[in-house]
């Protein structure tokens, strides 16, 4: 099957499976796709009063409006048929602050939302993986992602994972084809060992087998966060007026502020520049922390993939064109290796790199600047990774 009925029947696929979410809303502005949980609003504490005004103006009785804070600072009013995006621009509009209030936006791991962005991995000869365990000064890594499918040639010896993080169905739709994102986490995992043996990589499930998951989800994993020192983000969303994401900031806030840490986060795949996709769009933002967020596009080895996103918040771009790293073991692919192609999987090359020099220099934010600062040449504009 060509490139094109591939990426075609990859579409119709995930386009049927996101259909079949009840709870999912989607609004297009700024010509993307706004994914987000239906009936939520997030909202900081001190426009909450302005936000509780704005449901129940638009038609909400008091008694059918619930509350709860998921996140120190930041509190979630749920109400039947509440329209998020509304509601989130007119607390805006009260409050005159871009960050007072959002949606529980939907993320989307980066090959999903553009089929990887040719449809399913494509099964590839054996490549090697170093078998030395990481030593000292070795780099703390966290793949937040997928879980991880244990049968594979990603070996278990050189990864930890909690007993929640592990996945072991392939076809939990029961359609008879693998689902869009099996052995996501896996291959990102891959392109880490593949190039360091300085980084201990532990992978935390964030997304189901389709690459869904929330904001809150990611923002309560990371906010859980304690012995890490990189966070592998191929995962991401638009969001409403292209505002940061009001939950991810809090915890993102928190999680680097101050701290010796970096996020790499891939750029995603729509070609598109003239809006941010997060949380790589916090490396271009007003926030204190943004030189600790590295956005990631990818090229091929000459020129930018036509289909990786860029723009002024982009970082650098690193290898994103079928890239080769370990998958699953499965009939349709016999090694267990495969090539995939994807921001998803530029993105855990420069976490390698960042890696491999923090056991060098001892220190994770100095280590980053040297990869993103000593890219050898540039790429569609971008300091490039090869």
């Not at 050189?158 to 689902?179: A, F, H, K, P």
């Not at 896996?186 to 392109?191: D, L, P, R, S, T």
């Not at 060992?193 to 201990?200: E, F, P, S, Y």
């Not at 809150?216 to 012995?227: G, H, K």
Request: with cysteine.
């Amino acid at each position: 099957m060509d490139q094109t009925r591939r990426l075609e029947r990859w579409r119709q696929r995930r386009a049927a499976h996101l259909a079949g979410l009840q709870w999912l809303g989607t609004e297009t502005t700024g010509g993307q796709p706004v994914r987000y949980v239906s009936g939520e609003l997030l909202v900081v504490d001190e426009h909450y009063d302005d936000a509780r005004r704005v449901v129940e103006g638009l038609g909400h009785r008091a008694a059918e409006v619930t509350t709860d804070e998921p996140l120190p600072g930041v509190r979630r009013l749920r109400a039947p048929g509440l329209d998020a995006i509304r509601a989130t621009r007119r607390t805006r509009e009260r409050a005159s602050d871009g960050g007072a209030a959002g949606p529980n936006h939907v993320l989307l791991a980066s090959p999903f939302e553009q089929g990887g962005p040719f449809g399913r991995p494509v099964a590839a000869a054996a490549a090697a993986i170093p078998q030395s365990p990481a030593g000292d000064g070795a780099a703390r890594v966290v793949v937040m992602d997928t879980g991880v499918w244990a049968d594979s040639p990603l070996p278990v010896s050189l990864y930890r994972v909690g007993l929640s993080d592990v996945e072991t169905d392939v076809d939990v739709d029961r359609d008879n084809i693998i689902d869009s994102d099996v052995g996501h986490a896996n291959f990102i995992a891959g392109v880490i060992l593949q190039g360091t043996r300085h980084a201990q990589v532990r992978i935390v499930k964030v997304l189901d087998t389709f690459g869904v998951g929330t904001e809150l989800e990611l923002a309560l994993r990371i906010a859980a966060l304690t012995d890490v020192d990189v966070l592998n983000l191929s995962l991401g969303a638009y969001t409403v007026d292209g505002e940061p994401p009001v939950l991810l900031r809090w915890a993102l806030n928190r999680f680097l502020l101050g701290r010796d840490r970096v996020v790499v986060a891939a750029a995603g795949n729509d070609g598109v520049t003239d809006r941010p996709f997060w949380p790589a769009g916090f490396a271009g933002a007003g926030v204190p922390w943004r030189q600790q967020v590295i956005a990631v596009a990818a090229h091929d080895g000459r020129v930018l993939c036509p289909w990786s996103n860029g723009g002024p918040w982009v970082t650098l771009a690193a290898p994103g064109a079928d890239v080769v790293s370990t998958y699953i073991h499965h009939p349709d692919y016999g090694t267990g290796w495969a090539a995939w192609s994807g921001t998803s999987f530029a993105t855990p090359h420069v976490v390698a790199l960042i890696a491999e020099h923090t056991a060098s220099t001892g220190n994770v934010i100095s280590a980053a600047k040297q990869v993103t600062s000593s890219s050898p040449r540039s790429i569609g504009g971008y300091a490039a990774v090869l």
